[in-house]
């Protein structure tokens, strides 16, 4: 079992940054792939980032590449998203995620979740 939190959400300006943060109990969170989803409203939860267990594979959406970056750091059981230059349409509610299986690569697309944390609202002013 993994019991996920997030914390660093918040109201932003376009252009601006923030850093997500997402503390995972349990002793075995070395050995999780981790990501990060969003769900904006009237839309449904989609894909942002993903990190394998060792933190040197990661992927992401084409829609924040360049401008948004996942890490981990293992002995504080924390996986970050690092968010910046930000925009209107990244304001949705982000999810962080776990999933059991680590892998070498982690492929954004073919990642599943096996347990999700309760989300952040991250809301992006013009």
């Known amino acids: 079992q993994v019991r996920l939190v997030e914390s660093g959400g918040g109201l932003v300006q376009v252009g601006g940054s923030l850093r997500l943060s997402c503390a995972a109990s349990g002793r075995t969170f070395s050995r999780y792939d981790m990501g990060w989803f969003r769900q904006a409203p009237g839309k449904e939860r989609e894909p942002v980032a993903v990190?394998?267990?060792?933190?040197?594979?990661?992927d992401y959406a084409n829609s924040v590449k360049g401008r948004f970056t996942i890490s981990r750091d293992n002995a504080k059981n924390t996986v970050y998203l690092q968010m910046n230059s930000l925009k209107p349409e990244d304001t949705a509610v982000y999810y962080c995620?776990?999933?059991?299986?680590?892998?070498?690569?982690?492929?954004?697309?073919?990642?599943?979740?096996?347990?999700w944390g309760q989300g952040t609202q991250v809301t992006v002013s013009s």
């Open positions: 995620a776990a999933n059991g299986l680590p892998h070498t690569i982690v492929v954004l697309t073919t990642f599943r979740p096996d347990y």
């Open positions: 990190i394998n267990w060792r933190g040197d594979s990661t």
